[in-house]
């Protein structure tokens, strides 16, 4: 039972050259254009994968706060995932040097100009902005690093006060991210567009961490699976997992329709100017695909108790959300920061990049740790049929 | 008039371990009684129910009959124009969204009520009552012509597993 993830070589050298090919776009996307559009991307990929890491912490979090017992075998895969905070918050450094590139509100004589942004601005300055990210940062990889300590000094010891103690960090942690991830998004997203505001946006991206993050989890799951180290995966903990994605995408098109038809509805020209490039201008062909790919696809598809049960079926479900989130964030970000719309090799590369780092930290992270957690009170009843 | 032998338990886990003996020494388990849901009992007696396809039935024809509704009624019948909206407009979403829900949700429970024949003072047709306090109870079939080797092996199954009563019961009630 104290098996943990073997790393071949080749995965190693895979994801190092996905890596390089990643690093070689974002060179490229320096040297040939203007540095916005790199940078761009680099915000994009960087918040991406961060928002996956804090959805996969929060869907461990709630795991504990709500005692369930079926996902006990699986939650060092989260664990796992929350190590990626460290890597991210190096990232996110590097992206200070594209603040002036990215953010309208970062430019003094910008500020001095526009009164809106002068109202603004006791939020929207760069040290503020700069303590906002270190705190954030911070308050995420403490935490984390509790719960992965107390979990690893349970399988060594056992008993029930690290249960008790995790149940507690975890409620912690809950408040935290829904505090710290909103104003996050506010800062690095919404004041791309720094006119515009919606009470809305923070909540959608916060459905869509704990959305995509608990998609991604179900396919290292399966993967994993598949490799043959989850041997007591049954079909009811497939169906757990897609129950997850399923009535998560049913928040997320809630939340789609909620920010779009108030705004469509009320039609006041400060707060359309945002759908304005998104649904008629150049951005229109990738407007109804987020739609498409995040809501209508996995809500109809995962009906089908067959497919909601299949590791297949699900681990394609879940590729098709991997493409829908970019396409979502590609749809905040680029609007705000670029004139023009165009997906080619810089966009591709840094994805494919940062891909490669986060798989990369999560299998290195996944082999230093039992794959499946030794001394939890419920792990007999999430590794046998009753659960 | 059926006959069932019940095995009266105490405790759910009992229950759950009493159904699985029970099927391995080759007895048909008809039915159990629980105060509360058992989680994973319905796939243990391999039941089967065709009701969330009637909830989705009721939810597309909800949905459809909502939208005619909204269309007749403010672009057909009376075609006003308000906050320069089109006359089929995206806010048809909203009461569609909760029209279906209450369609499907209303129609799947009267359909529930019709096929297990409950309505309102209707007399209880329970093997034990105490089902419904703090008893669990596992129904086998009792045909006629049982033989007494089968009788007794039923009732000694039961007794290992933990049954604190066996009863017999002629009630005939809805399965």
Redesign the interface.
Known sequence: MDKKVQLSGKFKIAMIVLIVVGLISVAIGFLTEDGERAWANLLLNNYYFLSIALGATFWLAIQAVTQSGWSIAYIRVPQAMSNYFIVSMLLFAVMFLGVHDLYHWSHADAVAADPILQHKSPYLNIPFFTIRYVVFFALWILLSLRIKKLSLQEDKIGGISFFNKIEMTSKIFIFVFAVSFSLFSIDWLMSLDAHWYSTIYVVKKFIMAFFHGASVITAIVIILYKLGYFPMLTKKHLHDFSRYIWALSLIWGYMW?SQY?LI??A?IPEETIYYIPREMGEFKSLFYTELIMNWTFPFFFL?WNRIAKSANWLLFTVAVLIIGQWVELYMSIMPGTLDSYGIGIIEIGTFIGSLGLFALVVGTSLSKMPIIPQNHPYLIESTT??? | MRTNILGVYDDEHDVMHAVDKLQEGGIVVADVFSPFPLHGIWDKLKQTTYLPYATFAYGLVGGIATFALLYWTSVINYPLKFGGKPLNTLSFIIIMFVLTILIGTVFTALTFFIRQKLYPGKEVEMPDVRTVDDKFVIVIEKPEDIDDVELRKIKSLLTETGAVEINESDVEYEA
């Open positions: 329709l038809l469509w509805y039609n009906m049929e009753e659960h």
